[in-house]
């Protein structure tokens, strides 16, 4: 099982859903996030030197799934998110020792 995690562009959201509601994902949460890469968001020169980081709204996805799945959901999730400009975001995959469904008490990948 693995988590992941996608941090985009906020206008990017609607098509990344779709995309992830095509695969078949059974959930996903998001989160209104801010953050910078590698531009530091946005700097200013004040006395000859750049002193100001911003941090720029970005909203996180984040996918529970199968180990199997994670290549096809970084894939799409990728596709949908892309503009081809700075700040596109990025996605990382982590390993999940457990994922437990609350309702039921399922445990492991029949929780997910
Ligand atoms: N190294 C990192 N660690 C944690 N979060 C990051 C990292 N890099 C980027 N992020 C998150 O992803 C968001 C978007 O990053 P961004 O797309 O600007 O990455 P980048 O490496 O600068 O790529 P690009 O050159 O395309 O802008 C950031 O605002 C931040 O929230
Ligand atoms: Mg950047």
Redesign the pocket.
């Known amino acids: 099982m693995v988590l992941v995690t996608a ?3 906020p206008h990017a959201l609607d098509a990344v859903r779709e995309a992830l509601s095509y695969l078949g994902v059974a959930g996903m949460t998001i989160s209104e ?9 946005h700097t200013e020169i004040y006395r000859g030197a750049e002193y100001r980081v911003e ?2 709204p ?1 909203i ?1 996805v984040e996918v529970l799934s199968s180990a199997e799945m994670a290549d096809d959901i970084v894939e799409v999730v990728a596709k949908a998110a892309r503009t081809g ?6 996605i ?1 995959v982590t390993a999940l020792d457990s994922v437990t469904r609350i309702r039921t008490g399922e445990t492991g990948p029949s929780a997910i």
């Open positions: 941090v985009i562009k996030v801010k953050g910078f890469g590698r531009q530091h968001g941090y720029l970005k996180k400009k700075i700040g596109d975001g990025k990382w």
